[in-house]
């Protein structure tokens, strides 16, 4: 054996690297970005105060700047406290190892987010999964037991889910705060493209914590994701954040766009007009065909199972258009895709080629 199969966690090593496709000159609709960029004027503006960057230094501790315009921009309560992460997938994993000691309990309704079971083994906490219903709506019973018969240090609940766009009743996100013995982080990263938002709850319970991102809503490029919860709670999680974590960059980036955060509403506004357009067609391809269904999103992205879903997925692969085969994920997902909802130019293009490509296999 050599060194490195000596040295490296055996569990690593039999682990495949997270897969991000290559979409080089693809119509990119496997991972929820927004399509549009911001309008140029205010990116030559951003530039300009770029230039003034102080690359040579680290960023300072405090981001009051960035801080003010994030509570402006969103509906963050004024006692909750803020902390800011480089993507929420790093507030991800600080949260779960600022609460678990190895063997500890992580859990959560799956098929769900691949970040938090990830997260949970690199940091040896035992991840558990209870599955949804057939029908991808919350099992309440069975996660009420589950949290019972493990007693989870952090319970995790995309609202809404990824990758199947349903948002969970906000009665039972509460059943779960008042079950659950640890942190119950709701995970908002769609919260563009949702009804609801638990962020005014925040500080109503002792245990929550807000988790939302930049990236949906249109600036997956800078990485930057922020947790909401008690000053309590976030200055213990903080604690266990590597200092300098957000870039100088990024928090110009974010302080900019956000004080812009009008453009970003208008396009997740489209972008939501865009889903009941894409969904409605995409229910018409299904209302014929046999074994094809598509499930209600509160995201900016649709679920569908289709027969023979991996092919349907490369036919549209080689006419250029890239979205995502999920059903290995999870027995639940068997036989689904997932497409990002994105500008009619590309939901047509998608839709085109998706219906050559049922043609073709019926
Ligand atoms: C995309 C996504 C994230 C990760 O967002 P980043 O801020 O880009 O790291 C977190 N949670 C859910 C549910 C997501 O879908």
Request: glycine residues 4%; negative net charge; hydrophobic residues 45%.
């Amino acid at each position: 054996m050599s060194a490195l199969q000596n040295t490296v966690r055996a569990d690593v090593q039999a682990t495949q690297a997270y897969v991000v496709a290559n979409a080089t000159g693809m119509v990119k609709l496997d991972a929820m970005e927004n399509p549009h960029e911001l309008p140029l004027a205010l990116r030559e503006e951003l530039a300009e105060r770029l230039k003034h960057a102080a690359l040579n230094r680290y960023p300072e501790p405090q981001m009051p700047a960035l801080e003010s315009a994030l509570r402006q921009a969103f509906d963050i309560p004024e006692d909750a406290a803020v902390l800011f992460g480089n993507g929420s997938d790093e507030l991800i994993d600080i949260v779960i190892r600022t609460c678990c000691m190895p063997g500890d309990v992580v859990l959560s309704p799956v098929p769900t987010f691949v970040m938090y079971a990830v997260s949970s083994q690199w940091a040896h906490a035992r991840f558990v999964g209870v599955d949804f219903n057939a029908d991808l709506s919350l099992n309440l019973p069975a996660l009420l037991q589950a949290i019972d018969a493990h007693k989870p240090k952090v319970v995790f609940l995309a609202y809404p889910n990824n990758p199947t766009g349903v948002a969970m009743r906000k009665a039972d996100i509460e059943a779960v705060i008042q079950a659950a013995p640890g942190l119950v982080v709701v995970d908002e990263a769609y919260e563009a493209f949702a009804d609801e938002s638990f962020m005014p709850d925040v500080l109503k319970h002792p245990n929550v914590l807000v988790l939302r991102t930049l990236s949906k809503l249109g600036l997956a490029g800078i990485r930057l994701g922020y947790a909401v919860a008690s000053k309590d709670w976030i200055s213990q999680i903080d604690k266990v954040r590597p200092p300098y974590n957000v870039n100088i960059l990024t928090r110009i980036a974010a302080e900019f766009a956000l004080r812009h955060h009008g453009v970003l509403d208008d396009q997740a506004a489209r972008l939501r007009e865009n889903r009941a357009k894409l969904s409605a067609a995409l229910k018409r391809l299904a209302a014929p065909r046999k074994g094809m269904e598509v499930f209600d999103s509160h995201a900016n992205f649709l679920l569908f199972r289709v027969p023979q879903a991996q092919q349907v997925f490369e036919l549209l692969k080689n006419e250029g258009i890239l979205i995502k085969y999920v059903g290995k994920m999870h027995p639940l997902l068997q036989d689904c895709l997932r497409v990002t909802v994105s500008t009619d130019a590309e939901n047509q293009s998608f839709l085109t080629a998706l219906e050559v490509a049922l043609n073709q296999l019926s």
